[in-house]
């Protein structure tokens, strides 16, 4: 057998009291037993349409994971339950690849006002990595780039900045919606949330009820649009975030200054480092 050949690295290195393969217990664990010798690894393998492609590696990954768990942690993971969350996580990849592919959308470097009736919402967020909270700005204007509201939004148990960014665009939508704006575009520099807003298939990933709720509360406007803009057009909205990050409370201004978020009065967003296309 090719694995009797080879120690363990763990083994050798006097972190484990074996270097048998503490899943099958028959034989010497090295990488290649983990993903391809072990009855384990063989069960998970049997039940997939094997093919050599990227499913393949993440495949090899979620095995390499599985065991990882079992070793470090004590926790046991049944083969269809590896196979289950690779298929979800390739599903995910797909999802997220067919979005990229399908959105074709011109690239916008700089903001610039909505046309006619619609209203523009612009939203960031800033996030606190140790707290695992974070701070949603939110910004609305009119066609003449008039600031129509803004506001900062606290926010606790966010699990990652993604979480976070995909909050700030359901924060943004309750907002506009509070202001009765009825044909709204929102723009977010988040390229991974506007795609999964406007991917035709459902998520799977953990973002999911996030971005289930956001489709939800966008047909309530007679006109909703998702677009993504970098971070040169989302400039207010960022700072706005920022600066709430050192807020301890929920401020909301409508129809009002954002001077009085200590920043500078300005009446057109080029004063803030915008510029009109």
């Given at each position: 057998m090719v694995g009797k050949r080879y120690s363990s690295n763990r083994y050798?290195?006097?972190?484990?009291?074996?270097p048998v393969c503490p899943r099958c217990s028959q034989f010497v664990e090295s990488v290649a037993h983990s993903i391809r010798d072990c009855s384990f690894a063989w069960e998970i393998w049997s039940l997939t349409d094997f093919r050599w492609s990227p499913e393949f590696i993440i495949f090899i990954w979620g095995i390499w994971h599985a065991r990882n768990k079992f070793v470090h942690e004590g926790l046991s993971q049944r083969a269809l339950e590896v196979l289950t969350f690779c298929k979800?996580?390739?599903?995910?990849?797909?999802?997220?690849?067919?979005?990229?592919?399908?959105?074709?959308?011109?690239?916008?470097?700089?903001?610039?006002?909505?046309?006619g009736p619609m209203v523009k919402i612009n939203?960031?967020?800033?996030?606190?990595?140790v707290a695992c909270s974070s701070v949603s700005g939110v910004?609305?204007?009119?066609s003449n780039g008039h600031l129509l509201g803004s506001?900062?939004?606290?926010?606790?148990?966010?699990?990652?900045?993604?979480?976070?960014?995909?909050?700030a665009v359901i924060q943004g939508l309750n907002f506009a919606h509070d202001l009765g704006c009825m044909h709204v575009i929102l723009e977010s520099d988040s390229l991974t949330v506007i795609s999964k807003l406007l991917s035709n298939k459902e998520d799977l990933s953990v973002l999911r009820?996030?971005?289930?709720?956001?489709?939800?509360i966008s047909r309530n406007f007679a006109l909703c649009q998702?677009?993504?803009?970098?971070?040169?057009?989302?400039?207010?909205?960022?700072?706005?975030?920022?600066f709430g990050d050192?807020?301890?409370?929920f401020l909301t201004l409508v129809s009002a200054s954002i001077s009085y978020l200590g920043v500078p009065e300005f009446s057109r967003p080029s004063d803030y480092g915008y510029l009109f296309s």
């Amino acid at each position: 057998m090719v694995g009797k050949r080879y120690s363990s690295n763990r083994y050798c290195r006097r972190i484990a009291q074996s270097p048998v393969c503490p899943r099958c217990s028959q034989f010497v664990e090295s990488v290649a037993h983990s993903i391809r010798d072990c009855s384990f690894a063989w069960e998970i393998w049997s039940l997939t349409d094997f093919r050599w492609s990227p499913e393949f590696i993440i495949f090899i990954w979620g095995i390499w994971h599985a065991r990882n768990k079992f070793v470090h942690e004590g926790l046991s993971q049944r083969a269809l339950e590896v196979l289950t969350f690779c298929k979800s996580y390739v599903r995910e990849i797909e999802a997220v690849s067919d979005s990229l592919v399908s959105v074709h959308q011109p690239l916008v470097l700089s903001w610039s006002p909505p046309v006619g009736p619609m209203v523009k919402i612009n939203v960031d967020v800033a996030f606190d990595r140790v707290a695992c909270s974070s701070v949603s700005g939110v910004v609305v204007w009119d066609s003449n780039g008039h600031l129509l509201g803004s506001c900062i939004q606290l926010n606790n148990a966010i699990a990652s900045c993604f979480a976070g960014e995909a909050l700030a665009v359901i924060q943004g939508l309750n907002f506009a919606h509070d202001l009765g704006c009825m044909h709204v575009i929102l723009e977010s520099d988040s390229l991974t949330v506007i795609s999964k807003l406007l991917s035709n298939k459902e998520d799977l990933s953990v973002l999911r009820p996030y971005i289930s709720e956001a489709r939800g509360i966008s047909r309530n406007f007679a006109l909703c649009q998702f677009v993504f803009t970098p971070r040169g057009g989302n400039v207010v909205a960022h700072r706005l975030a920022e600066f709430g990050d050192l807020l301890p409370f929920f401020l909301t201004l409508v129809s009002a200054s954002i001077s009085y978020l200590g920043v500078p009065e300005f009446s057109r967003p080029s004063d803030y480092g915008y510029l009109f296309s």
